[in-house]
Every structure is written in structure tokens, then in C-alpha cells.
């Protein structure tokens, strides 16, 4: 492997696993156009590829979370736009 690659997280029988401290989330899509621009709610999301240090936190996939402005940085997986981000960035369970 060539030394500047990173790996973030890896497929095993058609399933999605995050390389901890990395986790991915969806974004959840925002029903109020009236004061946002964008078609996503501002830092929250629906986790999508946990890790152990998040189920430690008793947060699993599934679970909607908001997280700290500027932590996620944008993937596509299989056709989904995901955001990845560090376990440290969540703030909050919903």
C-alpha cells in the first residue's frame, strides 16, 4: 500500500463498516425552506456506520445525532452522499 493512503472504512459481504475513530452519517433532509438555503438540516444525521468507541457512547446505527459545525467532510458510498466524521465531533443523541 502506497504510504499516503488512508482508510476510512471497508466493505465484507455487501455491508459498510467505519474504521474507528471514524464513523459516517446521512444527512436528514430539511422540510423548512424558509430560512435555509440548503436542502439538509444543519449539522444533524442519521448514523450509518458506527464504531465501538460510539456503542461505548450507546449510540448505534440508526440513531439520529447532531454533530459540531465543520467536522464532516462529504463521501459518496454506493450512490449516498454520507458525511465522515470523528467520533469526538458528536454533540448530542436525539
Excluded at 459498510?16 to 436528514?28: G, L, M, N, V
Excluded at 423548512?32 to 465501538?52: A, C, I, L
Excluded at 448505534?60 to 464532516?72: A, N, Y
Aim: hydrophobic residues 35%; contains cysteine.
Amino acid at each position: 500500500l502506497a504510504d499516503d493512503l488512508e482508510v476510512y472504512a471497508y466493505k465484507r459481504a455487501g455491508v459498510w463498516s467505519a474504521i474507528s475513530p471514524y464513523i459516517f452519517i446521512e444527512p436528514i433532509l430539511s422540510d423548512n425552506k424558509t430560512y435555509d438555503t440548503s436542502n439538509e438540516q444543519v449539522q444533524y444525521g442519521v448514523v450509518v456506520m458506527d464504531n465501538k468507541e460510539l456503542n461505548e457512547m450507546s449510540v448505534i446505527k440508526g440513531d439520529t445525532i447532531c454533530f459540531q459545525p465543520d467536522s464532516e467532510y462529504k463521501f459518496t458510498v454506493d450512490g449516498v452522499k454520507l458525511y465522515r466524521m470523528k467520533t469526538e465531533s458528536i454533540c448530542l443523541k436525539v
